[in-house]
């Protein structure tokens, strides 16, 4: 909340395919404020095609070696 942040964008590829876990974020995630879990692929994807989107955005990596897929892939 105190970054402003109106989405929190989590880029974890095992995380995105793990529903109990993708609920327990869903839960903490702070009222207002979207969550979206994406693999490395796709966040490359996406940051290609519109930086992630409009506004404030808190990105997670799952660790170092996640950042430098998600580097890769766009």
């Known amino acids: 909340k105190q970054l ?3 989405r929190v964008y989590i880029i ?3 995380l995105k395919n793990d529903p109990f876990l993708t609920s327990v974020f869903s839960m903490a995630t702070p009222q207002g404020t979207t969550l979206e879990i994406a693999t490395a692929e ?3 994807q996406s940051f290609q095609k519109d ?3 409009e506004g404030v ?3 997670l990596f799952k ?3 996640m950042a430098r897929a998600a580097y890769d892939a766009g």
């Open 4 to 6: 402003g942040a109106k």
């Open 12 to 14: 974890d590829d095992e």
């Open 42 to 44: 796709e966040a490359g």
């Open 51 to 53: 930086g992630l989107g």
């Open 57 to 59: 955005v808190f990105v």
């Open 63 to 65: 660790n170092l070696e």
